[in-house]
C-alpha cells in the first residue's frame, strides 16, 4: 500500500538518505525518506514559494504549515534567525526528519503535528505563515486548515501560499479573499501562483 504524505505513521520503511538542495542562497545536505513529501528533491512548488515570497521579518512567530522534511521553516529559521519557527505535519516521520536537518543546520525550529500545535503556540498571534498547502487532502479539509491557520494571524501578518494552476490555485485565491482575508496572487511561475492572505485593509 502506498502511503500517503499526509500520513500521520508512514508503513513504508523510512531508510533515510542525504540530498543536496538550495536553501537560503546556501548548498546543504539535508535527510529526507519516503513516505514524506517530495521526497527525492525540493519540490517545485515550494522552490516557486521561496524564491517570489516576500522577504521574512526579522522576528517574529513563523510557522510552516504542512512541512515535509523541512525545506520552508529551514529557510525561514536560516533567513531569520531572531525568528521562532514552528513546522506543523500530521507525518510524524516528517517532524523527526524537519528536526534532524534543524540540528544538521544548525538552526532552531520547533515541530508539532496540528493537534499538539494549540500547546506549542499558545495565545500567541502568528506574524508569518509559509506553506505548500496538502491540496490533495480534499476540498473540505484544505478549507478547514486554512480557515484554522489563517484564522491565526496577527492583524499585521501574512500568509505566503504556494499551489499549483492545474489544482486550482486561483479558485482558491477566490475562496479565500471572499470567506476569509483579503488575497492576492503576487507571482506566477513554472505553473504555480503564489498567493498573500492578509488580514488588514
Same mark, same amino acid.
Given at each position: 500500500m502506498t502511503d500517503h504524505y499526509f500520513t500521520a505513521e508512514p508503513a513504508s520503511p523510512s531508510e533515510r538518505r542525504e540530498i543536496a538542495v538550495t536553501l537560503a542562497g546556501r548548498?546543504?545536505?539535508?535527510?529526507?525518506?519516503?513516505?514524506?513529501?517530495?521526497?527525492d528533491r525540493l519540490d517545485p512548488g515550494t522552490a516557486v514559494l521561496l524564491e517570489h515570497a516576500a522577504d521574512p521579518p526579522d522576528s517574529g512567530l513563523f510557522v510552516d504549515v504542512g512541512c515535509g522534511w523541512g525545506a520552508i521553516a529551514l529557510t525561514l529559521a536560516l533567513r531569520s534567525p531572531a525568528a521562532q519557527v514552528v513546522?506543523?505535519?500530521?507525518?510524524?516521520?516528517a517532524l523527526d526528519l524537519t528536526r534532524r536537518n534543524a540540528a544538521r543546520l544548525g538552526v532552531d525550529v520547533v515541530t508539532t503535528t496540528?493537534?499538539?500545535?494549540?500547546?506549542?503556540?499558545g495565545d500567541r498571534p502568528v506574524d508569518l505563515i509559509w506553506s505548500n498547502p496538502p491540496i490533495r487532502v480534499g476540498k473540505q479539509e484544505l478549507h478547514?486548515? /486554512? *480557515? !484554522?491557520?489563517?484564522?491565526?494571524l496577527a492583524p499585521s501578518g501574512r500568509a505566503?501560499?504556494?499551489?499549483?494552476?492545474n489544482l486550482g490555485a486561483d479558485s482558491l485565491?477566490?475562496?479565500?479573499?471572499?470567506?476569509?482575508?483579503?488575497?492576492?496572487?503576487?507571482a506566477s511561475s513554472r505553473g504555480f501562483r503564489v /498567493? *498573500? !492572505?492578509?488580514p488588514g485593509e
Open positions: 548548498r546543504v545536505q539535508v535527510v529526507t525518506a519516503p513516505g514524506v513529501f517530495s521526497a513546522a506543523v505535519d500530521v507525518n510524524r516521520r496540528p493537534e499538539e500545535a494549540p500547546a506549542v503556540l478547514a486548515l /486554512l *480557515r !484554522a491557520w489563517l484564522g491565526r505566503e501560499l504556494v499551489v499549483a494552476r485565491q477566490r475562496w479565500i479573499a471572499t470567506e476569509l482575508m483579503p488575497c492576492e496572487r503576487t /498567493l *498573500r !492572505a492578509h
